[in-house]
């Protein structure tokens, strides 16, 4: 079995993330990587928080703490999240950490090495009424290129084209909103991408042949217009400092790295953050430094994110002329929008995931998530297509047939699995149906088209309806209670099996399944297709209970008010920001 190496964009440290966050990361990541667990390959996923940056410094300011202590709280309040959204990271780390700072500097002196950065004056922006030179991201202005005027130095929001602070039109500092502004000399360091950009499009061209469409368009996208040489320095008081062994001057001067330099490679450090907690037992360089070829690594990120992983890092990596492991795959999402509007964290628009899971269990919007992922193109998120897609597929069409299947079955037989007849042609049918949509789902899952795989699964759950629609039990009783024995006992085969395959998707929800049956030696990690056509592995005698109703259904007071706490389209149709 492969080694399967999984990572997903970090979430930054400057608030409760969103829907749009979620779905376009972490959670098509988790899904996977339960997913391959479960098929019995060793998976390591990690994940960090991203707590470097401007944005950081911002909104520790406007929270009143020291820098380093607002990311601390906020790196736990993320991680209760997506605890409650059932994420299971084997490592969340944070890229603060000294691992982290160890071999940001490592790489960067590699680089300097190599001839790869090399020290440029620039004339950069400086705030005469905060009295500092201002990074990219501490400048705002409007858009030149889609008159959004609320772009900031780095990349404007909106139209996502990467920017220079003095393409700003109207730029004033966002700490002190003062147009004061200057332009003096200062010094930095440079990643000579120009110098690398031959290496990294034959890279891509090598490995990004398979990715999905999005992802490698963006990528030759950048490379079609060619690599820039990149400022990977910043005038912060909090970030990876540059080495003082390597930049005395700049270092003096508090130079840190550019959080985009640093964020990436703590995909590393957070692996080594991972293997110090029990050194004797994990080799973080197993996974990425001179790795054998049964190490395969797929990253998952939203769009805006695709240039930075599959550009920059990599350049960073090849630059080092060193052995680092490189991401063959990656999983790219477009945008879950909110009634057709962006979803902002700093607008307060549309429904974070805090919020979200106040409202209802995780399983709920993983399922939904899941099934309508922003792969091939944008998804407008809306409470009244949430609403359709719960009460349908998770509350008819699953949470029903378990709820009908146990109690009619414990009414008229007690509470043991029946005996009853044989299998006959009805369940034959099943059994080879029942084979052939789960090869479907592995299938997709297998090739992350995630969408299709939701429908897959949503077909083996109606495969069940479908059947006991066909057999009857409550009819079949009346006349024949072995017939009527033999349907629900396939039945309850069905949700056991649907305990174990749908655990990906809805982890809290195939725990509530599966144990419903008390099934001493239930080691089964996942269902091959000879005990799918079977539908034997719960036998006749086993004692279960009727688990809590696994999905209630949404109402019409419920969406009421989910529109007036959240908002509607009336609120966030036309909002294109």
């Excluded at 990906?504 to 929800?509: D, E, G, H, K, N």
Aim: charged letters at 25%; aromatic letters at 12%.
């Amino acid at each position: 079995m492969a080694r399967h190496l999984i990572t997903s964009a970090l979430p930054y440290i400057n608030g409760i993330k969103h829907l749009g966050n979620m779905v376009g990361s972490m959670l098509p990541a988790d899904v996977y990587s339960r997913y391959m667990r479960q098929r019995g390959h060793d998976v390591l996923y990690i994940c960090a928080t991203d707590e470097h940056g401007t944005p950081a410094e911002l909104a520790a300011k406007e929270a009143g703490l020291p820098v380093d202590e607002f990311c601390a709280q906020q790196h736990d309040a993320q991680k209760a999240i997506y605890d409650g959204f059932g994420l299971a990271f084997d490592y969340f780390g944070r890229s603060s950490s000294a691992q982290n700072v160890q071999i940001t500097q490592t790489i960067a002196r590699e680089l300097k090495a190599n001839g790869f950065i090399e020290e440029r004056s620039i004339r950069q922006v400086y705030s005469n009424a905060d009295g500092r030179f201002l990074p990219d991201r501490y400048i705002e202005g409007t858009c030149p290129h889609c008159g959004y005027d609320r772009a900031r130095g780095d990349q404007c929001e909106n139209c996502t084209r990467v920017l220079d602070p003095t393409d700003l039109i109207d730029a004033r500092s966002a700490i002190s909103g003062s147009s004061d502004l200057e332009v003096r000399e200062t010094k930095h360091l440079f990643l000579l991408q120009s110098k690398l950009a031959d290496e990294v499009a034959a890279w891509v061209d090598e490995h990004g042949k398979d990715w999905p469409t999005l992802a490698s368009s963006i990528a030759r996208k950048w490379l079609n217009e060619g690599l820039q040489d990149r400022a990977i320095t910043r005038d912060l008081d909090w970030g990876v400092p540059v080495p003082a062994d390597t930049w005395p001057e700049l270092a003096a001067e508090g130079k840190v790295f550019y959080v985009w330099f640093d964020a990436p490679i703590e995909y590393i450090g957070a692996t080594k953050e991972w293997a110090d907690q029990d050194p004797a037992n994990r080799d973080w360089k197993s996974w990425w430094y001179d790795v054998d070829q049964t190490v395969r690594y797929t990253e998952f990120m939203a769009k805006d994110n695709v240039p930075f992983h599959t550009v920059m890092f990599p350049a960073t990596l090849l630059g080092t002329r060193d052995v680092w492991k490189k991401v063959d795959y990656v999983k790219a999402f477009n945008w879950l929008t909110y009634y057709g509007g962006k979803f902002s964290t700093s607008a307060k628009r549309g429904v974070f995931t805090d919020a979200a899971l106040e409202v209802l269990p995780a399983d709920y919007w993983r399922y939904f998530l899941m099934a309508n992922a922003p792969e091939s193109d944008d998804t407008s998120f809306t409470w009244e297509h949430f609403t359709a897609t719960v009460n349908k597929d998770l509350a008819d069409t699953l949470g029903n047939f378990v709820n009908r299947v146990l109690s009619f079955s414990r009414k008229r037989f007690g509470d043991e699995v029946p005996a009853g007849k044989g299998a006959g042609e009805a369940e034959e049918r099943l059994g080879e149906e029942i084979a052939r949509l789960l090869a479907e789902y592995e299938e997709h899952v297998d090739a992350l088209q995630f969408r299709k795989a939701a429908a897959a699964l949503r077909a083996l759950w109606s495969a069940g309806n479908s059947y006991l629609e066909e057999k009857a039990p409550w009819l079949e009783i009346k006349t024949d209670q072995e017939a009527a024995a033999l349907t629900l006992r396939t039945a309850m085969n069905l949700i056991h099996l649907y305990a174990i395959v749908s655990e990906p998707f809805i982890p809290a929800s195939a725990r509530a399944m599966r144990s419903a049956f008390a099934l001493g030696e239930d080691t089964a990690v996942w269902v091959g297709q000879e005990e799918a056509k079977a539908l034997a592995s719960v036998p006749a005698g086993t004692a279960f209970t009727v688990p809590p109703v696994l999905f209630a259904k949404i109402t019409e007071e419920d969406l009421d008010a989910f529109r007036q706490r959240f908002g509607g389209d009336e609120q966030n149709g036309n909002d294109a920001a």
